[in-house]
């Protein structure tokens, strides 16, 4: 059997910002993110939710599927994003900081996340996940206070959205104690950044950071790599696969 590693990838803004404006590289540019799709379709990726992935993950049967996530709820996502999924037909999932609902977002203060009737809009389109109520990194908060955060935190994104099953943890930062907290917080699946975490634990799963151009110069694709099974390499190798997979995305 022929199988493409699981992969997350985690994005914020979509938008052409020129990366003087954009040191953290948060936004990816409209055209660019519909070359992802594509080529992760070109591929043979199947793209799904974050929380279609989490649940396929557990049955052992994530190989071959993809999810574009987006963090934080800026604006754009509601007004370039929504549009643009909706032309490629492709799913995705947005994690939303409850309490920030209609600011400045704080690293692109030229832009806003979505007030409450835009997140109600956005929820129509995408999958809407927890992403905390301040941004704060939840791996410093104790047990009760960082479930007590997420408890908050869903209740008023469900508030306005429907139903939130998944969470994106600020800064992709978790301790044991956050991840216990997110599962008893009553979240099916949450996710990290950079690669951190595990496809073994659902409330501890890895992303990969998509940032503004900073993928330009990467290794080339070795396609035999890409259709090699899967259940051959070890873990580690199979990290190392998705990161050039990754890294041919942005050729
Ligand atoms: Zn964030």
Not at 69 to 85: A, I, K, Q, R, S
Not at 94 to 114: C, K, M, N, Q, Y
Not at 119 to 135: D, K, N, P, Q, W
Not at 165 to 185: L, Q
Request: hydrophobic share 40%; proline share 6%; glycine share 8%.
């Amino acid at each position: 059997m022929r199988a493409l590693p699981p992969l997350a990838l985690a994005f914020h803004g979509v938008a052409e910002v020129p990366l003087r404006r954009d040191p953290q590289g948060l936004f990816v540019g409209p055209a660019e993110l519909r070359r992802h799709v594509r080529r992760l379709r070109e591929w043979g990726y199947r793209l799904v939710t974050f929380g279609e992935l989490a649940s396929l993950a557990s049955g052992g049967r994530a190989a071959g599927h993809a999810a574009l996530t987006f963090d934080d709820g800026l604006v754009d996502n509601l007004e370039t994003l929504v549009p643009l999924l909706r032309d490629e037909e492709a799913p995705a999932t947005v994690f939303v900081v409850s309490g920030w609902l209609g600011e400045a977002h704080p690293d692109a203060p030229w832009t806003r996340i979505v007030t409450r009737d835009e997140l109600r809009e956005l929820g129509g389109a995408v999958e809407i996940g927890a992403h905390s109520t301040r941004h704060d990194d939840l791996s410093t908060f104790s047990y009760r206070d960082a479930r007590a955060d997420l408890e908050a935190c869903r209740e008023a994104l469900e508030d306005v959205a429907g139903p939130v099953e998944t969470a994106a943890y600020p800064f992709g930062r978790a301790s044991d104690e956050t991840i216990r907290a997110c599962r008893d917080a009553g979240f099916t699946a949450a996710c990290r950044v950079s690669g951190e975490g595990s496809w073994d634990d659902p409330h501890n799963l890895p992303r990969q950071d998509m940032l503004n151009r900073s993928t330009a110069v990467g290794l080339r694709l070795k396609r035999a790599d890409l259709y090699e099974p899967l259940m051959r390499f070890p873990p580690a190798r199979a990290a190392r696969r998705a990161s050039r997979l990754l890294k041919a995305l942005a050729r």
